[in-house]
């Protein structure tokens, strides 16, 4: 529950953003893929890859339609809808081992603010879980190239029964780290991220990035993690709603 009313500001209009609660989030949840790193046109080629191999149809659009879904639904729809071939576990296998080897080639694509954000974030004592629907594998090399115990859960689409939208990841996430979900804030950029969030009970921060986060009560919004502090985490997490798109 929120403990003060959501207040809406938009655009201009929004003023100085100061924290209405002394109290810091209990943990800060980040998704990874379009939010913490620009990840997501790497699974959209890797899907095209597959497509052309089997003479499938799949197109860009098509692969906009799959951000943040557990790569099993994924794999399904490949299926299904391109023509791809193999089993659930065959396609998310290739698509991860394509999606790894794109990201040993050109380094991690680290999204606008994502570094900045969880230093500040880390430096105040708050801590972090990452909360993908990608696999450890994928996970654990982004994990990796942060300094040790940024993030102090890792739950990945591998580790849980249910993907996003339903809430066991982010759940999953408040139980590792010991926290109560209505205490946190999720940063996502996908509205099946944010559903799968909301649902657990945690504030959520809509961040802007391949596909629209539609306005919606008790959803801040930005267009990027540069105009994000942790006093605004402060805020939100006390009720506030920014709404910077």
């Known amino acids: 529950m929120l ?8 655009g201009s209009d929004y003023p100085s953003r100061v924290p209405t609660s002394p109290s810091l989030p209990a943990a800060v949840m980040w998704d990874m893929d379009g939010t913490l790193v620009d990840t997501e046109p790497y ?6 890859e597959l497509a052309e191999r089997d003479g499938g149809h799949w197109t860009h659009e098509d692969g906009l339609t799959l951000v943040g879904n557990d790569l099993t639904f994924s794999a399904q729809q490949l299926r299904e809808r391109g023509g791809i071939k193999g089993t659930d576990i065959e396609i998310v296998n290739d698509l991860l081992e394509r999606v790894i080897a794109q990201v040993r080639e050109h380094g991690i694509p680290w999204r606008p603010g994502a570094q900045q954000l969880l230093q500040s974030i ?3 004592g708050i801590p972090c879980a990452l909360v993908t629907m990608s696999y450890s594998n994928l996970a654990g090399v982004v994990a990796e ?4 115990g940024t993030f102090g859960a890792l739950i990945t689409g591998d580790m849980v029964a249910n993907g996003k939208p339903h809430p066991e990841p982010y759940l999953t996430a408040a139980a590792a780290l010991g926290v109560e979900p209505a205490e946190c804030v999720a940063l996502e950029d996908s509205v ?10 945690m504030h959520t921060l809509g961040v802007k990035f ?6 919606a009560p008790q959803r801040s919004r930005v267009a990027s993690l540069e105009q994000v502090t942790v006093e605004d985490l402060r805020s939100i997490v006390a009720g506030t709603v920014i709404d910077l798109l």
């Open 3 to 10: 403990r003060t009313a959501p207040l809406r500001y938009l």
């Open 43 to 48: 699974w959209i080629h890797a899907e095209l």
């Open 122 to 124: 880390t430096a105040a």
């Open 145 to 148: 190239a942060l300094p040790a």
């Open 192 to 201: 099946t991220g944010i559903t799968s969030a909301e649902a657990a009970g």
């Open 210 to 215: 391949l596909v629209p986060i539609p306005a």
